[in-house]
């Protein structure tokens, strides 16, 4: 009799976890798969190639993850916080020391599993570091200097070891999300003022430090024509291609400037071009809204939640979200330079949606257990 009682509480605890399930959210995301995979598909030709099966497995395997990873208590993402980072920032050296390079850029670690950059899972694990770190602090200790200064190094040493792959857009996109955490934990605004104005002042010295093709990336950006057929190819033909949609679109397979390949690399950084060639504004303008409601979402699951660190984690996933979706759609329109941000869950690249949907996992587990308190 207690055997089948506990039998009972566990299946009521198990359905009661699937019914606390965010179903706009979990449907915005799957949405959003399947219009990237259309999309991949896109960009093979209209075949099932290498990028659409990869793409497509990548997506299975990760979505599945996320309802796995939805289902455990948002209390053992609390407690493994600082181990999560700690790894990463190992798995960061590794890939100084023994990673995979790649046209001059080694980010890659291999694991003989799979091609792991870690740069784009400190996105997560940082978030995840600093929100357990604000959780317990009191108000008065937020702002004082032992606080501040290592909550810097938190975020400085993941990205000082980033920069030096090089890889100056990741960096700075971690940079971005470590201090979305430190606004929403309560550093008086002031702080980031003074970081703005040091930022602007020091702008020039850090452009003299910047590599060659990073030099020539900023000169592209505010000048592309000067080098049509070189640096300013890509983004040239990226504009051509998303004004030539009109409002829309020219239709599924019908991408001139993809199909005749005068836009290289349209699966990555460059997959809401090829997108918007075909489906123009009107299919543009849906995208938005699908991204804009999982931010939405993501958002209101953290307003609800009991817990603090739940509450940072959200509010941060999301902003870095906006951040992440701002970024690449300003890059390939012309609007900032090209620095390698991927569009979330949308471009191509196991790394950056293993990160993407590990996020989305903790946030529906804050939803599904957002009564969990963490002391």
Not at 62 to 81: C, D, Q, R, V
Not at 331 to 339: E, F, Q, T
């Amino acid at each position: 009799m207690y055997q089948h009682s506990r039998l009972s509480n566990n299946n009521f605890n198990f359905f009661q976890k699937f019914k606390n399930f965010d179903y706009v959210l979990l449907a915005c995301i799957l949405l959003l798969g399947f219009i990237s995979l259309g999309t991949m598909y896109s960009t093979d030709g209209g075949k099932i190639l290498f990028h659409t099966k990869s793409h497509f497995t990548k997506l299975i395997v990760f979505t599945l993850m996320m309802l796995i990873i939805s289902f455990i208590n948002i209390k053992f993402w609390f407690l493994i916080g600082y181990l999560f980072y700690l790894i990463t920032v190992i798995l960061l050296v590794g890939t100084y020391l023994f990673g995979i390079e790649s046209s001059g850029s080694q980010r890659w670690i291999n694991l003989y599993f799979l091609n792991l950059q870690p740069s784009e899972l400190m996105k997560i694990c940082i978030i995840l570091c600093l929100a357990k770190y604000f959780h317990r602090m009191k108000l008065e200790n937020v702002n004082s200097i032992y606080t501040i200064f290592t909550s810097l190094i938190i975020i400085l040493l993941p990205m000082g070891l980033v920069i030096v792959q090089p890889d100056l857009g990741t960096s700075l996109l971690i940079a971005i999300t470590g201090l979305a955490v430190l606004w929403f934990a309560g550093i008086n605004h002031k702080y980031f003022i003074y970081t703005l104005l040091g930022f602007l002042i020091s702008l020039p010295f850090i452009i003299s430090f910047l590599k060659p093709y990073q030099k020539l990336r900023v000169l592209t950006f505010l000048n592309p024509d000067r080098d049509p057929l070189g640096a300013g190819y890509q983004i040239i033909q990226s504009k051509i291609a998303v004004g030539s949609g009109g409002i829309f679109g020219k239709g599924f397979l019908k991408g001139t400037q993809s199909y005749l390949e005068f836009l290289p690399e349209k699966h990555t950084d460059f997959i809401f071009t090829l997108f918007s060639e075909e489906f123009g504004f009107v299919g543009s303008a849906f995208l938005l809204i699908i991204y804009a409601l999982i931010i939405y979402r993501i958002i209101a699951i953290g307003a609800s939640s009991r817990s603090y660190f739940a509450k940072i984690f959200c509010y941060s996933f999301g902003v870095s979200i906006f951040f992440y979706i701002t970024i690449n759609m300003s890059m390939v329109l012309g609007l900032l330079p090209i620095v390698g941000s991927p569009l979330p869950i949308m471009s191509y690249g196991g790394s950056s949606m293993l990160a993407t949907m590990f996020g989305f996992g903790v946030v529906m587990s804050a939803k599904v257990h957002n009564q969990q308190a963490i002391a």
